[in-house]
């Protein structure tokens, strides 16, 4: 089975533009996850989505949203661009949500 | 709310020694607990999980973890690591009914030769 797979692995963005990052699931996963990663605050929890609905929600503002399509593959996207927005974005998917999750490498998000 | 503290952020070992990364939890509800390691430039992948049953998780690569309720902690030991552990190791508590784990800041096992 092929793994969780992000697109784009890298991307420089300037402050105030917007940004569209890509995840495919696991084949027959309906939950996908999303999670922000920097050194100072560790892995933050963003949205969750499960068969096209967002089941959770982190705290994050609203300049971040995503969404999920029928085949479970997810978008996520920030507009408005900020430095503090610089981090690794992983997805991870799982069957329901609630067992183990299947990360993809990341998309490293630096923002100029 | 749940919380995982580990408590190193940083663990430096020569190779061949053992090592302990340690990681407590607080929640009030029954939980499942994960360890994760991410190599670099790498997403994160389960080393192991404790879900129910034996208190005492074995991974394919040697590692194990202990639940320890009363101390809520689930502490990750091997006995003698390689250069190739070196890495950064994530714990997570997940329950109460939620679908979403949480992580904590991670620790950094460092292997020299």
């Known amino acids: 089975k092929a793994g969780v797979t992000q697109t784009p692995r890298y991307l420089i963005k300037t402050r105030g533009q917007q940004v569209t990052l890509s995840c495919s699931p696991i084949s027959g996963h309906r939950s996908v996850s999303w999670y922000q990663q920097t050194p100072g605050q560790g892995l933050q929890f963003l949205f969750e989505?499960?068969?096209?609905?967002?089941?959770n929600k982190g705290n994050f503002p609203g300049r971040f949203s995503g969404r999920q399509f029928s085949n479970s593959r997810s978008e996520m996207n920030v507009s408005t661009l900020e430095l503090g927005d610089s981090a690794l974005y992983l997805c991870a998917s799982s069957l329901a949500g609630g067992d183990e999750q299947f990360f993809g490498p990341g998309t490293r998000l630096t923002v100029l | 709310a749940q919380s995982v503290t580990q408590l190193d952020s940083q663990v430096p070992v020569f190779e061949e020694a053992p090592v302990e990364l340690r990681c407590n939890y607080s929640?009030?509800?029954?939980?499942?607990l994960f360890w994760y390691v991410q190599y670099p430039n790498q997403g994160l992948q389960l080393l192991l999980k404790?879900?129910?049953?034996?208190?005492l998780v074995e991974s394919i690569n040697g590692f194990e973890a202990e639940f320890n309720k009363s101390q809520t902690s689930f502490h990750l030991r091997k006995p003698s690591v390689h250069i190739s552990d070196t890495a950064e190791y994530f714990c997570a508590v997940q329950g109460g009914g939620s679908y979403i784990p949480t992580f904590g800041r991670g620790t950094s096992l460092i292997v020299h030769p």
């Open positions: 929640s009030s509800v029954s939980v499942y």
């Open positions: 404790y879900l129910s049953g034996s208190t």
């Open positions: 989505y499960f068969s096209e609905t967002q089941r």
